[in-house]
Nanobody, 122 residues
Framework: QVQLVESGGGLVQPGGSLRLSCAAS????????MGWYRQAPGRQRDLVAT???????NYADSVKGRFTISRDNAKNTVYLQMNSLKPEDTAVYYC????????????????WGQGTQVTVSS
């Protein structure tokens, strides 16, 4: 059983910062690319940022220069540092990985966390 568990969401004022974490648990051998997506009420789930196992990052235009994605492969964890937050950043943020190799070996594809709410409001 492999799980992704997000944490770090909450309520913050415009211009503030939050740091999200997503930890993968289980008998993990290797994790592929990891990413953050978000979904606001009534809207589709959109890409925020992704990072490869080697550390190459990609960002949505709307968050470039404000958000930073990083990962700690030893801890099987990916982070999202969010600065200069805006009300339009309000959404449920989901962690994703495209591939996890677990003991066996077996491979699990396209795993999602349960989501963490981020609300930006004064």
């Amino acid at each position: 059983q492999v799980q992704l568990v997000e944490s770090g969401g909450g309520l913050v004022q415009p211009g503030g910062s939050l740091r999200l974490s997503c930890a993968a648990s289980g008998s993990i051998v290797n994790i592929g690319a990891m990413g953050w997506y978000r979904q606001a009420p009534g809207r589709q789930r959109d890409l925020v940022a992704t990072i490869t196992s080697g550390g190459s990052a990609n960002y949505a235009d709307s968050v470039k220069g404000r958000f930073t994605i990083s990962r700690d492969n030893a801890k099987n964890t990916v982070y999202l540092q969010m600065n200069s937050l805006k009300p339009e950043d309000t959404a449920v943020y989901y962690c994703n990985t495209d591939r996890v190799v677990i003991a066996g070996p077996r491979v699990r594809y396209d795993l999602w966390g349960q989501g963490t709410q981020v609300t930006v409001s004064s």
